[in-house]
DNA sequence: CGCCTGGATGGCACGTTGTGTCATCCAGGC
DNA sequence: GCCTGGATGACACAACGTGCCATCCAGGCG
């Protein structure tokens, strides 16, 4: 809890540490996950292999599963920054185009580690088709992405749009991102591929949506 | 207890035992969870009150969450069906309306117990506002349905629709449904409201999603 | 510098979850 | 009546997840 005002120089020392740790428990687990599935693997044993104690595993996630979710929110969170900077003359459609570009193309100083979350998410998205309890947080992620979803796409309409539309649209929005991701984890292209890219099929994915989802004939 | 001759039953005497105790493992659970939570309720108090062991209990439901998967799927269930049902002369708009009405609206000999599942549904959406593993159960739920409208979409679309399109329309069809439900159980409509019942808000959300997700301008 | 306080951690105990295994019981067919 | 497959119950057990307390360390105070 910091009360301070202004932007904070550094996150404590503890802070740190503990940022550090919760990246180490989820990076193993995901390892763990996608080498032998989440049913092969014991809480102990990501623990260990994080090199904390099964208590303090449970401090930072309050299941087995869910220490996978910090690989996989990380793309989200910049499509919500990115979409949430969109500039005003844009329309909704375009902003969120230029967002999910944006987060699903690795770029910048850290473009390694977004292809590598990437690839991580693949591995786990492959592991979860065997497993409920894994897939459960995949869902689980989204369903939390549709919910902050809903603000950010009003603060790009017009005031007077009805919630519930606001809230389909976030929805929708939400699962062309889900579905996009899938296709890819199903696939062979690597995360930079720039036909079958993640980036790519999410924008195919939008484009199908607003155009192709008011469906044609029988 | 014999056997009714004449009336013919179908499955055998040990078949509707089954589906017997399934339904009233799902009866006493959804109940359970919507008067306590489903972190107030233990596995064997669901048992015991279903009269049936604690490992009977888990040979039916993997884990004690899902023991309400029965309920939730029962309109869905009928969602389906009339779907693949549908005249072939609808559009897939039309025919997906329908559907939805003929679901979601307690109708014919079963009224009673449509509107029974919806207000159990009701209960359970409620409970899982607070309880992430039963939201989860809520969330795969849909999940499942989304896979189960992929066919039955193909089969009323065009023959060389894309089928990532049409993955796309069978997530935004399902995710339609599930708002619907999810904005009638945050109400206070009973399920046979003719302007906020769950028929009438899914209706609205399919019109919504086929009109309105191409959203207008900033 | 030594002291103290708050937060993070580890170890332990415990209730609950979910599964493997075996014995029992009953419906349905010979 | 007998037999058999499937459903059930009872027990044991690994794993999950939490409450509780002792310990340790960063950072602020006299």
């Known amino acids: ?17 503990k940022a550090e740790t919760e990246r180490e428990i989820a990076r193993h687990a995901a390892e763990l996950f996608s080498a032998h599935g989440a049913a092969g693997v014991t809480a102990e044993g990501i623990a260990q292999a994080a090199g904390v104690s099964l208590r303090t595993f449970y401090r930072y ?9 910090p690989l996989l929110t990380g793309g989200v969170r910049q499509w919500l920054a990115e979409l949430a900077a969109a500039p005003a003359e844009l329309s909704v459609a375009e902003a969120l185009e230029r967002a999910v570009r944006g987060a699903l193309t690795p770029q910048g100083p850290h473009a390694d580690l977004q292809a590598e979350a990437l690839e991580s998410t693949r591995g786990l998205l492959r592991a979860a088709g065997g497993d409920p309890a894994l897939h459960s947080v995949w869902l689980r992620v989204h369903a939390e992405t549709e919910e902050a979803l809903v603000p950010v796409l009003g603060q ?19 699962a062309a991102m889900r579905i996009a991701m899938e296709t890819w984890a199903a696939g062979e292209a690597g995360p930079d591929d720039p036909a079958r890219g993640p980036a790519s099929l999410a924008v195919r994915c939008l484009r199908g949506l607003t155009a192709g989802v008011r469906t044609p004939r029988a």
Do not use: C, H, I, Y
Request: without cysteine; charged residues 30%.
């Open 156 to 174: 790009l309409s017009r005031q007077d749009t009805d919630p519930l539309e606001l809230r389909l649209a976030a929805a929708a929005a939400n």
């Open 61 to 69: 996630f309050r299941t087995k599963e869910e220490a996978v979710t």
């Open 1 to 17: 809890m910091t009360t301070r005002p202004g932007a904070a120089a550094r996150p404590s020392l503890t802070e740190r540490r």
